[in-house]
Nanobody, 119 residues
Framework: QVQLVESGGGLVQAGGSLRLDCAAS????????MGWYRQAPGKQRELVAA???????NYAFSVKGRFTISRDNAKNTVYLQMNSLKPEDTAVYYC?????????????WGQGTQVTVSS
């Protein structure tokens, strides 16, 4: 079984910064893609940023230039540095990992961490 443990959420004023961490543990052969999604109240979950094992990244248009995703493959950990935060970034942020476990591709989610940006 694989677990994704997130940390780093909290309350910050607009214009501030936060960093989210997500560590994967368990019977992992390799992690193809790690990413962050978010879900605001009354809205669908959306992709924020994703990164492949080779370092290729993809960002939502709304966070480009403000957020940076990175990963440490040796630690099976992904980070999301969030700068210039806006009230509209307020949401529950979920870590996601698409990985190989016991020879099968599987998709895992973290429990979510709240990010609140005050105006």
């Amino acid at each position: 079984q694989v677990q994704l443990v997130e940390s780093g959420g909290g309350l910050v004023q607009a214009g501030g910064s936060l960093r989210l961490d997500c560590a994967a543990s368990g019977s992992i052969t390799s992690i193809n893609v790690m990413g962050w999604y978010r879900q605001a109240p009354g809205k669908q979950r959306e992709l924020v940023a994703a990164i492949t094992s080779g370092g290729s990244t993809n960002y939502a248009f709304s966070v480009k230039g403000r957020f940076t995703i990175s990963r440490d493959n040796a630690k099976n950990t992904v980070y999301l540095q969030m700068n210039s935060l806006k009230p509209e970034d307020t949401a529950v942020y979920y870590c996601n990992a698409f990985l190989i476990e016991f020879g099968d591709y599987r998709n895992y989610w973290g429990q979510g961490t709240q990010v609140t940006v005050s105006s």
